[in-house]
């Protein structure tokens, strides 16, 4: 019955997503042909005009590019390889890229309070989910400012979780940004820059492992992601069955 429900819900956000992307990459190519056009009629007579729709263009194609390197994150997420990961060594794997993507003016910190709990997911899945919410912070802060990444023990209605918390010192979000971020193709950035697609992706992932993602934030202060993902409680090596099981054991 909950498989079931859960599989029609699916079904409905792939219609969803579907229609919606056909029509944003219409829109793109239609940027990128009137801006072709219009080129090749200036291209003799004024090239500075000429230039002008050639860099219009360029912007559509740019975006739609983008746009299919979601939509590719997205595909794969039918490949994926879930396995036990707890916070310490997800960190350590991380540190470097985070701190790359962020640049020199901001200070990156990471904090361990998990007691070595895991979760089950899969680890490229879980590492793109963090870079892409790093890279909302980067955005956020405009190159200055701390990120702070804590993994942290959570009880909900006696469900254990593992919630990963991503804050940052940014210009934070109005209560109708934060109403709106995990809609597909919600963005307040420019061309070019957002698609729209990072948190809504993020919120997938999430949903997909029996987890949930939470926003708070406030305007001038900053902003705080966190993925509550389930508690695996992984097996000792010698114990492990000799079949492969459900990935979810049954409450
Ligand atoms: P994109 O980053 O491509 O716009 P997302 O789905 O990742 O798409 O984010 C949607 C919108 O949510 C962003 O355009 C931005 O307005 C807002 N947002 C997301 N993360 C943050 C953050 N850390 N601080 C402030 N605003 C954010």
């Not at 944003?24 to 940027?31: E, K, P, S």
Request: charged residues 20%; hydrophobic residues 45%.
């Amino acid at each position: 019955q909950e498989a079931r429900l859960r599989q029609i819900q699916k079904m409905e956000a792939v219609g969803q997503l579907t229609g919606g992307i056909a029509h944003d990459f219409n829109n793109m190519l239609a940027v990128v042909l009137g801006g072709i056009e219009l080129a090749q009629r200036a291209v003799t007579i004024d090239p500075k005009t000429a230039a002008r729709h050639l860099s219009s263009a360029h912007d559509g194609a740019q975006r739609a590019a983008a746009l299919t390197q979601q939509l590719l994150a997205f595909a794969r997420e039918t490949a994926i390889n879930p396995e036990p990961i707890a916070a310490a060594p997800l960190f350590e794997g991380l540190a470097d890229l985070i701190g790359r993507t962020l640049g020199d003016g901001v200070t990156v910190r990471f904090g361990d309070e998990s007691d070595g709990w895991c979760t089950r997911a899969d680890r490229v899945q879980l590492e793109n989910s963090l870079v892409n919410l790093a890279v909302n912070a980067r955005d956020a802060m405009e190159g200055r400012g701390t990120l702070t990444v804590r993994a942290l023990r959570r009880t909900v209605a006696g469900e254990d979780y593992v919630a990963l918390a991503v804050s940052d010192t940014g210009c934070g979000m109005t209560p109708e940004v934060v109403e709106r971020v995990f809609e597909p193709f919600f963005t307040t950035k420019p061309v070019g820059k957002g698609t729209g697609l990072g948190l809504s992706q993020v919120f997938s992932f999430a949903r997909g492992l029996g987890g949930d993602v939470s926003v708070d934030s406030v305007v001038g202060l900053g902003t705080t992601v966190t993925l509550l993902l389930p508690r695996e409680r992984a097996r000792p090596a010698s114990s492990a069955p000799p079949m492969p099981v459900a990935a979810a054991p049954v409450a």
